[in-house]
């Protein structure tokens, strides 16, 4: 009986993890919007190349809806969500150029000043929140570059349960 209810809580908690891992959600850090003026240690510490080419980058999406004079933020952070999502894990990445260079691009494209979305979007502690994507469209494009096919956190939870139900009946 007491390795009946063993298994039981096991299953629950194999369970209870599994679906708290699915429920995360991608972010766009706050920090990327910081100043890219470093110190101490860091002024010997050269940044990585963006593995992402922002220069061909289709920025329609942000200049057709973000305009001035007033660039609206119920207009300008959706539109840069948007564009923005997709490249989340390369711009969150500190050790390289990413997040400067898609916003000189986007700067440059839609001849905004310097900080609109910074100083306008705004979401909660974490930074922007980026819808869940499929897992084809939540690779980062140098990984869809290269011809990686990689798997997403929830998607090796889920195999792991199985995997673990599965031997759990062999028991």
């Given at each position: 009986?007491?390795?009946?209810?063993?298994?039981?809580?096991?299953?629950?908690?194999?369970f209870?993890?599994?679906?708290?891992?699915?429920?995360?959600?991608?972010?766009?850090s706050?920090?990327?919007?910081?100043?890219?003026?470093?110190?101490?240690?860091?002024?010997l510490?050269?940044?990585?190349?963006?593995?992402?080419?922002?220069e061909?980058?289709?920025?329609?999406?942000?200049?057709?809806?973000?305009?001035?004079?007033?660039?609206?933020?119920?207009?300008?952070?959706?539109?840069?969500?948007?564009?923005?999502c997709q490249?989340?894990?390369?711009?969150?990445?500190?050790?390289?150029?990413?997040?400067?260079?898609?916003?000189?691009y986007?700067n440059?494209?839609?001849?905004?000043?310097?900080?609109?979305?910074?100083s306008?979007?705004?979401?909660?502690?974490?930074?922007?929140?980026?819808?869940?994507?499929?897992?084809?469209?939540?690779?980062?494009?140098s990984?869809?570059?290269?011809?990686?096919?990689?798997?997403?956190?929830?998607?090796?939870?889920?195999?792991?349960?199985?995997?673990?139900?599965?031997?759990?009946?062999?028991?």
């Amino acid at each position: 009986m007491g390795l009946s209810n063993f298994k039981c809580y096991l299953i629950l908690a194999v369970f209870l993890s599994l679906f708290a891992g699915l429920s995360a959600s991608t972010f766009i850090s706050d920090s990327i919007f910081g100043s890219s003026g470093s110190t101490g240690r860091n002024l010997l510490q050269a940044k990585k190349s963006c593995p992402v080419n922002f220069e061909f980058q289709n920025y329609t999406i942000i200049t057709s809806k973000c305009k001035g004079p007033l660039y609206p933020p119920s207009l300008c952070c959706p539109a840069f969500k948007d564009f923005a999502c997709q490249f989340a894990d390369d711009i969150n990445d500190l050790t390289n150029e990413c997040a400067s260079i898609m916003f000189n691009y986007i700067n440059l494209e839609g001849k905004y000043p310097p900080g609109l979305f910074s100083s306008e979007c705004k979401e909660g502690k974490q930074g922007l929140e980026c819808p869940a994507l499929p897992p084809s469209e939540s690779q980062s494009k140098s990984e869809r570059s290269k011809g990686c096919w990689t798997v997403s956190k929830p998607f090796r939870r889920m195999i792991l349960v199985a995997v673990f139900l599965v031997l759990l009946q062999f028991m």
